[in-house]
T-cell receptor
Framework: KAGVTQTPRYLIKTRGQQVTLSCSPISGHRSVSWYQQTPGQGLQFLFEYFSETQRNKGNFPGRFSGRQFSNSRSEMNVSTLELGDSALYLC???????????FGQGTRLTVV | QQQVKQSPQSLIVQKGGISIINCAYENTAFDYFPWYQQFPGKGPALLIAIRPDVSEKKEGRFTISFNKSAKQFSLHIMDSQPGDSATYFCAARGNTDKLIFGTGTRLQVFP
C-alpha cells in the first residue's frame, strides 16, 4: 500500500511569489491535514480537509489556503511568499474508521 | 489550553539504556495521544498511540505510560539502540483530526 506522497520534495521561491504544494493521501483515506514545521515553532496545524470540505483551520494568515479534490488529493497554496514561510510542509492522511494519521515526507520550501 | 508540553528538549542515552520522554497537557477533551518518530529529511512516522481509558500500552521496546489524573503521558524506549537516534514528538487530539504537537525531543543513543 503506497504511503502519503507529497510533491515536489524541494522548492526554492522568491519573496512575493506564490507556490502550490500537492499531497496524495493513502488510498481510501479521505481526511488530509497540512502542517508547517520550522525549527522555531515546531509542528503547527494549518488546515484539514474531508470530502472536499475544510473542517478545521489553524492560526495562519489568509495567504495560506488549500483545497481537496474528489479523489481526496489535496493542494496547498501560499501567496505573496515571505522569508518566514520557509519551512517543511507536511501532509497527513487518515481514514474515517481510524484515528491514526500518516505523514508524507514533506515539501521543503525555501523562500529567498 | 491547547498546548502540549514536552521534555526534555534533548536526551543522550547509552546503548542498552532506557530513554524516557515526558509530555503534559491541559485540555481534558483530548482523547488520543500518539507519539511520532522523525529522522532528518523525513516526515514524522507514527510510533505508538494510546487512549486515556488505558494506563499503559507496549509495542516491542516502546511503551506509553498514561496518567489521566495528572494529565501526563510518557514514552519509554527500552534497550535503546543507535538506530533509535531521532527526534520524538508527542501529540494530542480531541474530537477533530487536528493534532497538537509537543516541541520535540532529540534523542541520541551512543554505542
Amino acid at each position: 500500500k503506497a504511503g502519503v506522497t507529497q510533491t515536489p520534495r524541494y522548492l526554492i521561491k522568491t519573496r512575493g511569489q506564490q507556490v502550490t504544494l500537492s499531497c496524495s493521501p493513502i488510498s481510501g483515506h479521505r481526511s488530509v491535514s497540512w502542517y508547517q514545521q520550522t525549527p522555531g515553532q515546531g509542528l503547527q496545524f494549518l488546515f484539514e480537509y474531508f470530502s472536499e470540505t475544510q473542517r478545521n483551520k489553524g492560526n495562519f494568515p489568509g495567504r495560506f489556503s488549500g483545497r481537496q479534490f474528489s479523489n481526496s488529493r489535496s493542494e496547498m497554496n501560499v501567496s505573496t511568499l515571505e522569508l518566514g514561510d520557509s519551512a517543511l510542509y507536511l501532509c497527513a492522511s487518515s481514514s474515517p474508521l481510524n484515528t491514526e494519521a500518516f505523514f508524507g515526507q514533506g515539501t521543503r520550501l525555501t523562500v529567498v | 489550553q491547547q498546548q502540549v508540553k514536552q521534555s526534555p528538549q534533548s536526551l543522550i542515552v547509552q546503548k542498552g539504556g532506557i530513554s524516557i520522554i515526558n509530555c503534559a497537557y491541559e485540555n481534558t477533551a483530548f482523547d488520543y495521544f500518539p507519539w511520532y518518530q522523525q529522522f532528518p529529511g523525513k516526515g514524522p512516522a507514527l510510533l505508538i498511540a494510546i487512549r486515556p481509558d488505558v494506563s499503559e500500552k507496549k509495542e516491542g521496546r516502546f511503551t506509553i505510560s498514561f496518567n489521566k489524573s495528572a494529565k501526563q503521558f510518557s514514552l519509554h524506549i527500552m534497550d535503546s539502540q543507535p538506530g533509535d537516534s531521532a527526534t520524538y514528538f508527542c501529540a494530542a487530539r480531541g474530537n477533530t483530526d487536528k493534532l497538537i504537537f509537543g516541541t520535540g525531543t532529540r534523542l541520541q543513543v551512543f554505542p
